[in-house]
């Protein structure tokens, strides 16, 4: 980076050969982001996913590049994890939600 005086104040120019200034550019606003929003950068929680992503959620908690695609996919494969679980142990997932039978009657 090579400084430059404007009557602005100082502006910096990238200073690299042509072939090397979109890999010096990708560098430098990666530095950025690292600074300026520390934690807030990183891989996506799906592991067949290779993008990054920047947290803008208030408590810091995103964890896929998209909602739509990477969330909803990783989410549905709980689902179905969990539904495959319980067919396993001889009950469906809506008989854990019902009530036990032989409950007591409350006008006795």
């Known amino acids: 980076m090579l400084p430059e005086v404007t009557p602005d104040g100082i502006r910096w120019q990238l200073d690299a050969p042509v072939d090397e200034r ?20 990183r891989a996506c929680a799906n592991t067949e ?9 208030r408590p810091a908690t995103a964890k896929w590049c998209s909602m739509t695609t ?10 179905a994890q969990r539904a495959r679980q319980g ?8 008989a854990s ?11 006795r």
Do not use: E
């Open 87 to 94: 067919d396993r142990f001889g009950r469906s997932s809506s």
């Open 22 to 41: 979109l890999s010096a550019r990708v560098v430098l606003a990666w530095s950025h982001v690292v600074q300026q929003l520390p934690g807030r950068l």
């Open 70 to 79: 990477c969330g909803n996919r990783i989410k549905a494969r709980a689902h």
């Open 97 to 107: 939600a019902s009530t036990p039978t032989g409950t007591l009657d409350s006008n």
């Open 49 to 57: 996913c290779n993008l990054f992503l920047i947290d803008h959620s």
